[in-house]
């Protein structure tokens, strides 16, 4: 069972930068691609961000390409999103997850919600005009 914990979220004006963090335990880390979702008011959960367990592969979404940034640290079991020049329509809970997945599986299948095993309890980031 893997356990994921989100920090980094808060309260930010537009057009600043935010850096999200994910901490996994219970699994080994490598087993798995990693990504970030993120659930606004009323709508349903998007995906944003994903990483492949080498971290030599990633997906955006079309709405932050070129403004974030997703990473992780095999090391240290955590992944990161950089989120930069945010807007107010970013605002949102962003959840952190996992899925067990040896080898790349492409950006089709990273970027729908079925496929992911493990979820955090979100962190909320709000954007300000």
């Known amino acids: 069972q893997v356990q994921l914990v989100e920090s980094g979220g808060g309260s930010v004006q537009a057009g600043e930068p935010l850096r999200l963090s994910c901490a996994a335990s219970g699994g080994t880390f490598t087993n798995y691609a990693m990504g970030w979702f993120r659930q606004a008011p009323g709508k349903e959960r998007e995906f944003v961000a994903a990483?492949?367990?080498?971290?030599?592969?990633?997906y955006y979404a079309d709405l932050v390409k070129g403004r974030c940034t997703i990473s992780r640290d095999n090391a240290k079991n955590t992944v990161s999103l950089q989120m930069n020049s945010l807007k107010p329509e970013d605002t949102a809970v962003y959840y952190c997850?996992?899925?067990?997945?040896?080898?790349?599986?492409?950006?089709?299948?990273?970027?729908?919600?079925?496929?992911?095993?493990?979820w955090g309890q979100g962190t909320q980031v709000t954007v300000s005009s």
């Open positions: 997850a996992a899925v067990r997945s040896p080898f790349n599986r492409g950006s089709y299948y990273y970027s729908n919600l079925a496929p992911w095993e493990y």
């Open positions: 990483i492949t367990w080498s971290g030599r592969n990633t």
